[in-house]
Structure formats: structure tokens, C-alpha cells
């Protein structure tokens, strides 16, 4: 039962960042060109440090663990695949909302693979969370900056997607929990898939779209987020 809550717990806030993230971009009243421009990029450079960080401290170390080298390697191209064909199928029916895709499809199986972490008994569990939650909240900034420049949703109905997204969290860690404890091929090629998956995204979207010409600062901020990844390595990781 104390591993359910803390599981929750975890899952919680994980999922509480959306909407944070989301909160923080509807500020705009200080100076808003240059929020839009410099600040925007580099949180969205951060966020790809973040997820750089649990790719290459959590997911594929994790997933290489759980499952041989062959199948790890199917695993991370069909993620890549997978999140290639999702990308075209949204290229084909709507607008670009590259960091809008990227929260929604990273965000699940991680909480997921959280989860089933948690039964494991890992000590890298405390880590992906912290990761989710530091990737989700620069996800949710620019995705919300995404949605309002399409100018067709108000800030409490985006503010109301956000909250609902966030309840994914507890609900995906403990379904991790309780269904793949026992499972740990599956959990692994979750892990892998989504690590591929990222990768995918973060040289197709993210990374070509926090690039600003003649600005220093989302490069730097890039680094700062995969330090926070080492940073959260080397105290919550591998003990």
C-alpha cells in the first residue's frame, strides 16, 4: 500500500507540471516579444535537455537491463517509427503542435514505465520522476504558447486540457504498477520505444524549433536541463 501512494504521489506530480507549465506561459504582461522569442526557445531547449537526460540516464539503461540487445534495438526504432507515423498523420490533419505531440506521447509510456519501475523496487523510480515532471513543465509552456497562437481556445478551456492531462499521471503509474510488475520485457520495450520516440522527435521538432539565429541562450539552456538530468543521476540514481 505505501509503494500505491508513493506511486501516485509520484504520478501526481509529474502530471501537476502541465498545468504549471501551462499557467506560467499564460503570463504575458512581461515583456511579451521578448517572451515569445528568447524565453520561449529556451524553455523549449531546456525541456529537450530534459529529455535527452531521462533517454540517456533512465530509459535505455533501464530498458537494455529488462530485455536483450536485439530486442531493445527493435524496440527503440519501432518507437521512432511509431512516433514518425503520428507526426505525418498530424502533418496530414492539423497545424504544427510539435510540443503539444511531444507531451502527450512521451508523457504516457514513461508514467507507465514509472510505474512498473515502482513494483521493481528500482531506485531510479524517484529519478524518472523527476524527469517527467521537469520535461513535462517546458513541454506544457510551449505547447500552451502552441495552442494560443492558433487563437481558437480560450485560456480556461486550454488551462481545463491541461488539468485533465495531468490526472494521466497517477493513472498511468499505477496501471504500470499493477499490470507490469511481472512483465519485465514489456516494461523494457516501453522504455525503449519511448526512448526512440524522442530521439525521433528531438532532431525532427524540438530541436530545429528552439534554435534562434544569433541568440546564445537556448543552446545553454539545452545544457542546463541535461545537467539537472545528471544532477538528479547522481543523487537519486543508482543507489
Not at 512516433?83 to 503542435?97: D, G, I, M, P, Q
Not at 515502482?118 to 529519478?127: P, V
Not at 488539468?163 to 503509474?173: C, D, Q, T
Not at 530541436?207 to 537519486?236: E, I, T, W
Request: no cysteine.
Amino acid at each position: 500500500m505505501k509503494d500505491i501512494i508513493l506511486s501516485l504521489v509520484y504520478g501526481a506530480f509529474a502530471g501537476l507540471m502541465i498545468p504549471v507549465g501551462g499557467y506560467l506561459a499564460s503570463v504575458e504582461r512581461i515583456q511579451p516579444r521578448w517572451l515569445e522569442q528568447e524565453v520561449r526557445h529556451s524553455v523549449m531547449a531546456f525541456g529537450g535537455g530534459i529529455l535527452m537526460a531521462a533517454v540517456a540516464f533512465v530509459l535505455v539503461p533501464q530498458g537494455l537491463e529488462l530485455m536483450p540487445i536485439w530486442a531493445a534495438l527493435v524496440a527503440f526504432f519501432a518507437g521512432g517509427a511509431t512516433f514518425a507515423l503520428v507526426e505525418r498523420l498530424r502533418h496530414t490533419h492539423a497545424k504544427s503542435n510539435a510540443q503539444f505531440l511531444a507531451m502527450l506521447t512521451d508523457f504516457v509510456p514513461e508514467a507507465i514505465a514509472l510505474g512498473a519501475i515502482m513494483a521493481s523496487q528500482s531506485s531510479e523510480a524517484a529519478l524518472l520522476a523527476l524527469l517527467i515532471g521537469g520535461q513535462n513543465l517546458p513541454e506544457a509552456f510551449n505547447a500552451w504558447r502552441e495552442l494560443k497562437a492558433r487563437g481558437r481556445h480560450r485560456r480556461r478551456h486550454v488551462m481545463r486540457i491541461f488539468f485533465a492531462l495531468s490526472a494521466i499521471g497517477p493513472v498511468a503509474v499505477v496501471l504500470g504498477y499493477v499490470f507490469l510488475a511481472d512483465l519485465p520485457v514489456v516494461t523494457g520495450a516501453i522504455m525503449m520505444s519511448a526512448a526512440g520516440g524522442i530521439l525521433y522527435l528531438m532532431f525532427q521538432d524540438i530541436a530545429v524549433k528552439a534554435h534562434l539565429d544569433n541568440r546564445q541562450a537556448p543552446s545553454l539552456a539545452a545544457l542546463a536541463g541535461f545537467a539537472l538530468g545528471m544532477a538528479g543521476n547522481a543523487l537519486l540514481g543508482g543507489g
